[in-house]
């Protein structure tokens, strides 16, 4: 990693440079224009039921938070420093067993101090989502 | 408290794969169950502050509500979560964090659970969350 975490592409700075991204294995699908498409492959020890062998919805938490904050950045085109202030998810239906989840977010309101997104999971068919989720994020909190 | 339902709870989260992800634990004292979320780099999600992720917050928040409806119910399968709403309010530190919750309303079919987060101090809380879970009587 030659880049430092200001320096690095968005990609990077949204996947190897924040532990957490990284360590559950988020890869950015596709950025721009307001919207942000991040996912997370199955694996093993993210299991949340075991009985079934279906993703926890704690991973789909995090890629659906991750996910919104990438969208922020797609509305300004710019790395922006946010907070989360809220996030409400509805979990329509378990995940398939052994399959990872897509989270495609969507900034459609900023104003000068709140950044307004909603956001949709699905893990095979973006037409049978698994969840959807609404969030509210403070813009530059520290300033 | 009994130590079936003790037994039933450790039990119930440590086979769950990503708890032990998260390296989450439960301590109880009578019938008031404490979660602890260790540190650990991986649940790192701002390195500048540095932070944790808000998701980890929020997953751990949801694994707190689901540990004290298995306490209340030891007998009854995993309750499914049905919404969640997680309010942040300070950035997590890199520190452990502790978690406590109210079961506000078990009903026959739905629960509403109340979890409370926090750090350094129980008053100064990091994070709270409103779930409502679905209880399921099939065995």
New interface residues.
Partial sequence: MADS?DTAPLAARMTE???????VGMTLVSVGDGRGVMRVEWR???????DTGVI????V??????TCGLAINAVFDAPSPI?????????LR?AAPRTGVTCEAFGYKTTRSIGFVRAEAWDVDKGDLIATAQAAFMLNPRS | MDAIAIQSLDAFLQRVPYVRYLGMRVELAGDEMTAVLPFADHLIGNPVLPALHGGVIGAFLEMTALAQLALAQPARRVPKTIDITIEYLRPARPQETYARAILRKVGRRVANVQVEAWQDSRSSPVAGMTGHFLLRTDR
């Fill in positions: 975490y440079f924040v532990p957490h991204a990284a360590g093993e020890d993210l299991v949340g039921d075991p926890a919805s704690g991973v938490t995090a890629l659906i938070d991750h907070a989360t202030l809220d996030l409400r998810i509805d979990y378990p």
